[in-house]
């Protein structure tokens, strides 16, 4: 078994490519699985409705390439939200989770990162709070059905952007299939930079944290920000994370059209970069022994 597992996010690769040519990426990149992407686009939302005929093409892909998609992140929710005022909306957002499980399920997904906010392009209301309280105690129970773990991404609005705030959801709905998928990017945003609240607020998750985005990110920038020229400190925010029992972790970037003709070297790239952190492994390793037999004595 590998000590962890650091996937790539897929729209770090051009998004003209097939499903095939990106697992196949995956590899060549240092990368051990693909995050496969279901954000608001028609694009992304149709795969939704795969055919048995492209389920089983999907399934081919990833036993051809041998790379798998252990996760999904479903961003489509940011256009369709749990906690819409619109109930036409609300249903439509049901629909969009109970795909997204059941194709999961049918490709051997493990985790679902769910977005953390209960509506995005509109206001929150104590009854957009309340429409989202139900509609994921929903999904929270048709994810039981299937055995698919949902986990909430921590967010770049007020609403859910730490893992205390997602914790608190996670208490609320008390089910074995909802978690949190932190995105360190974001938390550290929420800290102000602050690497000891960072960390203080992973540790708020303990027990709960199902993956790790591995995102950089500036003061009010989320996205779109080189590795090592931003304010995230990868280095104790992988630590505190393998402390905290997390294998699985997740890098997260874009590609841009102005980077088409290095996008491989850029794969690679951030991969060594991101991999050093874990360099340091079997000293983090000791550590989470030692904390265990504290817990059991």
């Excluded at 496969?36 to 048995?52: G, P, Q, V, Y």
Aim: net charge neutral.
């Amino acid at each position: 078994m590998p000590a962890y597992k650091l996937g790539l996010y897929e729209k770090a690769m051009p998004g003209n490519l097939s499903l095939v040519e990106k697992l196949t990426a995956v590899p060549e990149g240092g990368y051990d699985f693909l995050e496969l992407s279901i954000d608001e686009t028609d694009e992304k939302l149709a795969r939704l409705d795969w055919t048995d005929a492209e389920i089983h093409q999907a399934r081919r892909s990833i036993e051809h390439t041998g790379t798998p998609i252990t996760s999904i992140c479903l961003s489509a929710h940011r256009r369709f939200p749990l906690g819409d005022p619109d109930k036409v909306v609300r249903d439509q957002s049901i629909a969009i989770m109970e795909k997204a499980i059941l194709l999961a399920a049918r490709l051997g997904v493990r985790i679902i990162q769910i977005a953390g906010y209960d509506v995005y392009y509109k206001p929150s209301t104590d009854a957009t709070c309340a429409f989202f309280a139900e509609n994921l105690a929903r999904s929270a129970e048709a994810a039981a059905c299937l055995g698919i773990m949902l986990a909430f991404e921590t967010m770049e609005t007020p609403f859910i952007n730490t893992v205390e705030k997602a914790i608190r959801w996670v208490n609320k709905i008390n089910s074995p299939f909802l978690a949190v998928y932190p995105d360190l990017g974001n938390i550290t945003c929420a800290a102000a930079g602050d690497s000891n609240r960072v960390q203080a607020d992973l540790e708020s998750g303990r027990g709960h944290i199902a993956a790790l985005h591995l995102k950089e990110t500036k003061p009010g920038i989320f996205r779109e920000v080189l590795y090592g020229t931003g304010h995230v400190n990868f280095s104790e925010g992988v630590k505190t994370a393998w402390n905290l029992g997390v294998r699985s972790f997740t890098a997260e970037f874009w590609w841009t059209a102005g980077a088409s003709a290095e996008w491989k070297v850029i794969l690679q790239r951030n991969n060594q970069f991101l991999r050093k952190f874990f360099e340091n492994r079997k000293a983090m390793q000791t550590e989470t022994e030692q904390k265990r037999s504290e817990i059991l004595r």
